[in-house]
């Protein structure tokens, strides 16, 4: 079975990402076709970029680096799970993207993002990023956006409560398994 990386792409105290996560990783392990691991920024205490390239040039140096870079490297594509912080991705999302790179490189990713317009600015930029990674951001993605999020937000509802997400959840997957096959085996040629 082909392995999908949740990333959840924000890490402050009060982040809404952890409920988001819960509810993507129940959903998700309904599936039969693909095994999914969620991968926390939180667990990984990586500096602020500090190395002399990335690794595709020069291998990194950086303990934590190193480990964020063995993790990655076990899968076949990832969901980002993205906030939006002034209308781009998270910091810490940043400088973890940028701390790997022959990890990511030929391999899908997709997102479920949250907020005022469901994180589209942010994972528009995350698409661009991705692109110079190398990697085959695929066009399905789950916005949780507007009259959805702020309920969402106040503490009034939870993502459970959003009764037409899930098949949304469904398509974005069955798309991202589609391209996780077909790069890995075009990556295996
Ligand atoms: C620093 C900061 C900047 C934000 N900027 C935006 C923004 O540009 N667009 C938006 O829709 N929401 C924005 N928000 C609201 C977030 O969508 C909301 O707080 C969300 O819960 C953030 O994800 P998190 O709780 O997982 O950190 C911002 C929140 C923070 C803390």
């Keep these: 079975m082909l392995k999908i990386g949740v990333i959840l792409g924000s890490t402050r105290d009060t982040r809404i990402g952890g409920k988001a996560a819960e ?15 969620l991968i926390d920024l939180r667990d990984y205490a990586l500096p602020f970029f500090n190395e002399r390239a990335s690794n595709m040039h020069a291998p990194t140096q950086d303990p ?9 490297a076990e899968f076949d594509g990832y969901v980002i799970i993205a906030a939006e912080y002034n209308h781009g991705p998270t910091a810490s999302l940043k400088n ?31 698409r661009l990023i991705a692109v110079e990674l190398q990697m085959a951001p695929i066009r ?35 798309d ?14």
């Design 23 to 37: 509810w993507l990783m129940a959903l998700a392990g309904q599936r039969t076709d693909l095994a999914f691991e």
């Design 64 to 72: 934590e680096g190193l480990r964020w870079q063995k993790k990655i």
């Design 96 to 126: 973890a993207l940028d701390y790997a790179y022959v990890e990511w490189l030929r391999k899908p990713v997709s997102f479920v993002g949250y907020g005022s317009v469901g994180a589209a600015r942010a994972i528009e930029q995350l």
């Design 140 to 174: 399905s993605a789950v916005h949780i956006q507007g009259g959805d999020f702020l309920p969402i937000m106040m503490g009034q509802k939870t993502f459970n409560d959003l009764a037409h997400l899930p098949p949304l959840v469904t398509a974005m997957l069955d």
């Design 176 to 189: 991202l398994s589609w391209w996780a096959n077909a790069l890995k085996a075009a990556r295996e040629q």
